[in-house]
């Protein structure tokens, strides 16, 4: 008969437990606070953080760098900077953005607006590398005199482009998406501003042309980016937002359509 192995007196068993006394003094409700070591590590990170999209933006208005480059890295920056804010601890330290830079030392006016609007330039200002979707939207030019029937003439189809089409279906399902949200609702910023980010993002793909409630996205975009990551929306907020939203779908369709 062969005996069974005796199991090593450090290896776990199934009939291992926790002493309640390792449990007694923890307070699971209790907000983590940060050693001084990490906080101001975190600190300094956001200090860096804003020197150094001060620096970008400076180099994006020179043309010192492509507006992908520029895209990607704002996004970045910015997300890195959400990221530090999120913890309780170094968010109360920080205080505000104008309080942190008195305290620091340092203006960066170039960052503090691109940190209040939460959005890189080329996606709060687009620029005309859209596809053009709309007879309006196409460069003017000469045509041959000839005539043609009545009948033969009509508006360019966007589905005749694959590559405009697709992004048209894209924009179209992130609105959709993003009222859908509201619907179930997701009221809370960090539910909301990354949906919406996409909507404007893919929005700015179609075309760069102003139409009726574009202006309202990007109020919104910077209204959530000033709230805390948990931080929810009112039923009144949600209401409005939700009103505002369907008007700028409409009107988005209509420069497209």
């Not at 920056?77 to 309780?88: M, W």
């Not at 607006?113 to 939460?118: K, Q």
Request: hydrophobic share 35%.
């Amino acid at each position: 008969m062969y005996s069974t192995p005796r199991q090593p007196p450090y290896a776990p068993t199934p009939y291992s437990y926790t002493p309640t006394s390792l449990l007694a003094n923890i307070n699971l409700d209790e907000a983590v606070v940060l050693p001084a070591s990490d906080l101001n590590e975190s600190l300094a990170e956001i200090y860096s953080i804003i020197i150094t999209l001060d620096g970008l933006e400076k180099a994006y208005i020179k043309d010192s760098i492509t507006e992908a480059a520029y895209t990607e890295t704002c996004n970045r920056l910015l997300k890195q900077y959400a990221s530090n804010l999120s913890d309780d601890s170094v968010f109360r330290e920080f205080g505000d953005l104008e309080t942190f830079k008195r305290n620091w030392n340092i203006e960066c006016p170039r960052a503090t607006e691109r940190l209040r609007l939460g959005l890189p330039a080329t996606i709060s200002h687009p620029t005309s590398t859209a596809v053009p979707s709309h007879p309006s939207s196409m460069p003017y030019s000469p045509q041959p005199t000839t005539s043609f029937p009545t009948n033969s003439l009509q508006k360019p189809n966007p589905s005749s482009n694959p590559s405009s089409g697709s992004l048209i279906l894209l924009a179209t399902e992130n609105f959709i998406t993003f009222l859908d949200a509201l619907k179930l609702g997701l009221l809370s910023k960090d539910q909301l501003h990354p949906l919406l980010s996409e909507v404007i993002q893919s929005v700015n793909k179609v075309t760069d042309r102003d139409f009726e409630g574009r202006g309202k996205i990007i109020s919104w975009l910077i209204r959530l980016n000033g709230m805390r990551a948990q931080e929810e929306l009112g039923e009144g907020e949600a209401r409005e937002l939700m009103f505002e939203m369907e008007g700028a779908y409409g009107g988005f369709k209509s420069v497209v359509v």
